[in-house]
C-alpha cells in the first residue's frame, strides 16, 4: 500500500482518484461524471483556501490504483476528518489513517476529531474502532418530473399577496447583504439545534469564516443562486443552491441553504423561497434531472417542507466522533 499526500500526486494518480469518486457516487447518482483535472484543480483550490484550518489530504493507493481518500482540517474549535472509499475500511489502511489522525489531534491541542459517512461499511469499520455516533443527515431527492409547477406557483402567489418584500437575485453572497446575512444564517444554527437530541455547542461564525465556507461550498466554476427577501433593510430570509460543474443534471441545494431571520418566521417565507428558486430552475435548467437537498431529522420545520414539496430521502450520512484515547487504544492492539 503507498500513501502521497495531494500535493504530490501525480495525474496518474489524480486520475485514478478521479475514478474512484466516480465509482462511488455512480452507486447512488448514475450520472455523476467527474474529470480529473477539475477534481484535481477543485481538490488543490480546497487546500489553499483551508491552508489556515491545516487541511491536509491524503490518497491511498494498492497497486497503483486508488482505494481511499482521506482529508483533515480544523474547524473552529473541532477537528475533522473524512474517509472516503468505496466499501469498509481495511485494517492496515485503518492503522495508517488513525496514526495520521492522532498526530494531526495532538498537533493542534485536539482530544477528539469529528467525521461523517455516507457509506455504512465504513461508519461501521470506524463504529467497531471505538468511533461513537453522533447523528444521521438525511439527503433527498425531487425529481424534476415529479414536481408540481402549478403547486409551487400557488405557493408563490399565496405568500406574494401577503407581503410587500423585494426579492433580489444574487450569483454569490453579496457584499451588500454579507454581514445581515451571517447575523441570520447565526441566528438560525443556534435556533434549529434547539431541537437537536444531541446537545451540541454552536460555536458563532463571523464574515470570514462564512466567506471561506462559501469558498468550499463553491467550486470555481460552479453556478450559484441566492434570493434574498428584503424588508427594506432587514433581511428577511435567504435560499440558495448551486449547479456543479461534475453533475449538471442536479440541481444541488445540499450545502445551500434557506433560512428564514428570527422575525420573519411564521410567514411561510421558507415555502415561498424554495418554491420560487425551483420555478427559476425550471426556466433557466430546463435540462436538470432531479433538485437534492439535507436535512436532519430533528430539523422538522425544513424536513416537513422537503416531504410536501415531494423530496424523497435516498442517503443517509452518519455523523461520527472519536476520541483520542479511543484512536491511542485502537493503536494498541
Known amino acids: 500500500m503507498e500513501i502521497v499526500r495531494a500535493e504530490h500526486l501525480t495525474d496518474g494518480q489524480w486520475k485514478s482518484y478521479a475514478r474512484l469518486c466516480n465509482a ?19 481538490r488543490l483550490l480546497d487546500m489553499e483556501t483551508l491552508k489556515e484550518d491545516h487541511l491536509t489530504c491524503y490518497l491511498f ?13 480544523l474547524l473552529g474549535a473541532d477537528a475533522e476528518f473524512m474517509y472516503y472509499a468505496l466499501d469498509k475500511v481495511p485494517a492496515e489502511v485503518m492503522k495508517v489513517l488513525f496514526e ?22 465504513i461508519v461501521g469499520s470506524f463504529k467497531k474502532a471505538g468511533a461513537e455516533i453522533l447523528d444521521r443527515r438525511i439527503f433527498a431527492r425531487l425529481y424534476k418530473n415529479d414536481i408540481d409547477k402549478k403547486e409551487l406557483q400557488k405557493i408563490v402567489d399565496g405568500v406574494s399577496e401577503k407581503t410587500n418584500y423585494e426579492l433580489k ?4 453572497i453579496s457584499e451588500e447583504i454579507l454581514d ?4 441570520v444564517y447565526n441566528d438560525a444554527r ?7 437530541p444531541n446537545e451540541r455547542i454552536i460555536e458563532k461564525r463571523n464574515r470570514e469564516d462564512v466567506l471561506k465556507k462559501l469558498k468550499w461550498d463553491k467550486g470555481p466554476d460552479d453556478k450559484m443562486f441566492v ?19 461534475e453533475n449538471k443534471h442536479m440541481v444541488d441545494q445540499a450545502g445551500g441553504l434557506t433560512t428564514v431571520a428570527r422575525n420573519y418566521r411564521g410567514k411561510n417565507l421558507a415555502r415561498f423561497l424554495k418554491a ?7 426556466e433557466e435548467y430546463p435540462d436538470f434531472e432531479f433538485i437534492r437537498t439535507d436535512t436532519y431529522p430533528w430539523n422538522t420545520y425544513m424536513y416537513k417542507i422537503n416531504e410536501e414539496m415531494g423530496f424523497k430521502p435516498y442517503e443517509i450520512y452518519t455523523e461520527i466522533k472519536l476520541s483520542k484515547s479511543q484512536i491511542e487504544k485502537f493503536l494498541q492492539t
Not at 62 to 72: L, R, S, T
Not at 190 to 196: P, R, Y
Not at 276 to 282: C, E, G, V
Request: hydrophobic share 40%; net charge negative.
Open 100 to 121: 495520521i489522525i492522532l498526530n494531526f489531534i495532538a498537533e493542534h491541542g485536539k482530544n477528539e476529531i469529528l467525521s461523517a459517512s455516507k457509506e455504512e461499511s
Open 169 to 172: 437575485l444574487y450569483d454569490t
Open 227 to 245: 434570493y434574498a427577501l428584503m424588508d427594506n433593510e432587514n433581511l428577511a430570509a435567504y435560499c440558495s443552491l448551486f449547479i456543479r460543474v
Open 24 to 42: 462511488i457516487d455512480k452507486k447512488s447518482d448514475p450520472g455523476t461524471q467527474y474529470d480529473w483535472k477539475i477534481i484535481k484543480m477543485e
Open 61 to 73: 493507493l494498492e497497486n497503483g490504483e486508488a482505494i481511499g481518500w482521506a482529508g483533515m482540517r
Open 180 to 183: 445581515k446575512y451571517v447575523d
Open 276 to 282: 420560487k428558486m425551483y420555478l427559476k430552475m425550471l
Open 190 to 196: 443556534v435556533d434549529m439545534n434547539t431541537n437537536n
